[in-house]
């Protein structure tokens, strides 16, 4: 059979990659009205009374995951917006897709305000913007962490 006819291996993903796949989803979903913090918190709280089926197959680490993420975006969420805004080049932030912005936000979060390492974040987030965006998002996610790093490791964030 021809490659391009085989069908394409989907990869297994890790529990984490699925809790940061939830977090994303739960972002994405009130970036596409360029939402508020409290309407973030509403619209986790509306997740969490929808999906206790998909919850209760989760794991305490996942669950804990996206709920401390969750609300540390909420506590964050003007802030991590703003250090988006100082690093786009060229760019405005209502241009930057639903996407790419949900991705950006959750990057931003992990990376500044819980100190995740930028090489293990950056992945994540060029994975899911890969399954999600467009063939050019992953490039554009990619960049502005590294411009948000650059900075980091400056001090000057």
């Known amino acids: 059979m021809?490659?391009?006819?085989?069908?394409?291996?989907?990869?297994?993903?890790s529990p984490?990659?699925?809790?940061?796949?939830?977090?994303?989803?739960i972002v994405f979903g009130v970036e596409a009205t360029e939402a508020t913090s409290d309407e973030?918190?509403?619209?986790?709280?509306?997740?969490?009374h929808n999906n206790k089926e998909f919850i209760d197959t989760l794991s305490k680490n996942q669950f804990h995951f996206?709920?401390?993420?969750?609300?540390g975006i909420i506590e964050n969420y003007d802030y991590i917006k703003n250090i988006i805004k100082k690093n786009i080049q060229n760019w405005t932030y209502e241009r930057i897709g639903i996407v790419e912005r949900a991705l950006l936000i959750v990057a931003t979060y992990e990376v500044l305000i819980k100190n995740n390492p930028i090489e293990v974040i950056a992945n994540e987030t060029v994975e899911l913007a890969k399954e999600y965006g467009n063939e050019k998002s992953?490039?554009?996610?990619?960049?502005i962490l590294a411009n948000i790093e650059k900075l980091k490791e400056k001090g000057t964030i």
């Open 2 to 13: 021809s490659k391009n006819f085989e069908e394409k291996r989907k990869k297994i993903k």
């Open 16 to 25: 984490m990659r699925i809790a940061r796949e939830e977090v994303f989803k």
């Open 40 to 48: 973030l918190k509403n619209a986790f709280d509306i997740y969490l």
């Open 66 to 71: 996206i709920n401390s993420s969750i609300n």
């Open 138 to 143: 992953y490039e554009f996610v990619n960049g």
